[in-house]
C-alpha cells in the first residue's frame, strides 16, 4: 500500500488510492486505456514500465494499487474473473502432492474448481467445518499448504474467526486464503487479522451495479505480491482495461453502498425470523446467529447477504423465488438491485451430493439498496 494514503480512512481511500489525475489533461478520472502494445523509446526503452498490456495497463494499474489500499496489502493485481484469479492463486502455491484444507460451506464455482479442476493434477483437498478450530486441525496433514475460508461463507453465511485461523495456519506452515467477497474490504480486514491472501469476486460488491465480471488477489506480503504477478502475466487471465474502470467507478461509493446494504438486510432478517412460513434465517447480524459474536468483533458491519429456509420444503422454496416482483431471480449478488435464488438448484448445484451440499428449502437474497419498507412489502407477499 502507498504510503500516501496509509493512513487516511476507508473512504478516502476507495475514492484517491490509485486515481491521480491524469498528467496531459487534469482528468480525475483514470483515463480507459484500451490499447495493446506501447510505442518503445529505443529497444527497452520503456515509458513507465509499459509494453503489453497483459502484462500491465494503466488502468489496471489504478485499479491494483487501489485494491491493494484498500485490503492493506503489499500487491494487489486484477483479474479476468473471481475464478481466474482463484485459478492463478492455486497455481502459484501449490503442486502436486501437495494438500488444502477447504471450507464445508464454500461457492459452488470455487468447490467445483478443487474437486474437477485442481485435483486432476495432483493437489488433494479436505473438507472441514472452518468455524470449528478443532475441525480445522483434524483435517491438516502434514502436505497441506493453503487452509481456505469464506467468512461470510456462500450460501450458508457462516463465520470464520479469521486471526484464530491465521494462528493455525502459522503453526502449520501453510497459507491462510479468505475470500472476503462477500464481506467486502469495508466490512472486515483479513490481511490485518493473519491472512496471508485475499480472494474478490470484484463482479460483486466492489463493482456493485451488475455491468462488470472480475477477480482480484491481494498478498500482504511482497515477495508472494510479486510472484503472484508473474503468474498473472505467464498465464493471462487479466482484467481488462474497461473492465478495470468499472470497478474503480464502483469502488468509489462502495462504503455508502455497503452501508445502505446492511441496513436493509438487518431489517429484513428481523423480519423473516418473525415469519410464520420461515424457520430458520441465517444472517451474522442476529444475536442467535452462532458466529455473530465473532462477526461482530471483525467485522465493522454484517453486510448485505441472508439466507433463510421456509416451512414448505424445496418445492415452495423455489416458487417463492417465482413470486417476488422487486428482488430479481438471478445469480450472482452485490448489487444495488436486489436479487433472490434458490442456490440449491442454481449457484450450488456443483455441489449436490457432496459434503458441500446445501439445504433444498434454503433461498440466498442479495439485499440491494432500495427502500427497506418496498422490499419488505414485496416479500411479505411473496411469502404469503
Known amino acids: 500500500m502507498s504510503d500516501s494514503h496509509e493512513h487516511q480512512s476507508f473512504e478516502t481511500r476507495a475514492i484517491h488510492a490509485g486515481n491521480t489525475a491524469d498528467p496531459l489533461t487534469g482528468a480525475v478520472v483514470p483515463p480507459i486505456y484500451q490499447v495493446s502494445t506501447y510505442k518503445q523509446d529505443g529497444v527497452g526503452g520503456l515509458r513507465g514500465g509499459y509494453e503489453y498490456s497483459r502484462s500491465a495497463n494503466p488502468t489496471r494499474t489504478a ?11 503489499r500487491r494487489g493485481l486484477a483479474f479476468a474473473s473471481g475464478l481466474a484469479a482463484e485459478d492463478c492463486l492455486l497455481r502459484t502455491l501449490l503442486s502436486p502432492g501437495d494438500h488444502v484444507v477447504i471450507p464445508n460451506d464454500a461457492y459452488g464455482g470455487t468447490f467445483r474448481l478443487f474437486a474437477k479442476v485442481v485435483s486432476r493434477w495432483g493437489v488433494e483437498w479436505s473438507v472441514a467445518d472452518t468455524s470449528d478450530p478443532a475441525s480445522v486441525r483434524a483435517a491438516l496433514t502434514p502436505k497441506t499448504k493453503v487452509i481456505w475460508v469464506e467468512t461470510p461463507s456462500n450460501p450458508l453465511l457462516g463465520i470464520t474467526d479469521i486471526a484464530l485461523v491465521a ?13 472476503n467477497t462477500f464481506a467486502s474490504p469495508y466490512l472486515q480486514q483479513p490481511l490485518a487479522l493473519g491472512a496471508d491472501v485475499v480472494v474478490h469476486s470484484l463482479t460483486k460488491y466492489m463493482g456493485g451495479h451488475s455491468d462488470v465480471v472480475g477477480g482480484a488477489l491481494v498478498a500482504a506480503d511482497a515477495a508472494l505480491g510479486e510472484e503472484l504477478a508473474y503468474h498473472q502475466n505467464a498465464m493471462g487471465a487479466v482484467a481488462g482495461p474497461f473492465d478495470s474502470w468499472l470497478v474503480l467507478r464502483g469502488i468509489k461509493t462502495l462504503a455508502v453502498r455497503m452501508d445502505r446494504h446492511a441496513e436493509n438486510a438487518g431489517k429484513i432478517a428481523e ?6 412460513k420461515v424457520h430458520t434465517v ?19 458491519n454484517f453486510g448485505g447477504m441472508i439466507s433463510f429456509q421456509v416451512t414448505g420444503g424445496e418445492e415452495e422454496a423455489v416458487a417463492l423465488c417465482d413470486r417476488t416482483k422487486i ?58
Open 63 to 73: 485499479l491494483e494499487e487501489n485494491l491493494a489500499a484498500l485490503e492493506g496489502g
Open 167 to 179: 494462528d493455525i495456519a502459522r503453526t502449520a506452515g501453510a497459507k491462510l486464503v479468505v475470500d
Open 271 to 276: 423480519m423473516l425470523t418473525r415469519h410464520p
Open 282 to 300: 441465517l444472517y451474522p447480524g442476529l444475536p442467535g446467529h452462532p458466529g455473530h459474536e465473532v462477526a461482530a468483533k471483525q467485522m465493522r
Open 327 to 384: 428482488f430479481t431471480l438471478g445469480e450472482s449478488l452485490g448489487g444495488v438491485e436486489s436479487l433472490i435464488e434458490h442456490p440449491g438448484r442454481m449457484t450450488h448445484a456443483s455441489v449436490a451430493g457432496s459434503a458441500l451440499e446445501v439445504p433444498g428449502d434454503l433461498v440466498r437474497l442479495s439485499v440491494g439498496i432500495e427502500n427497506a419498507d418496498d422490499l419488505l412489502a414485496d416479500l411479505t407477499q411473496a411469502l404469503g
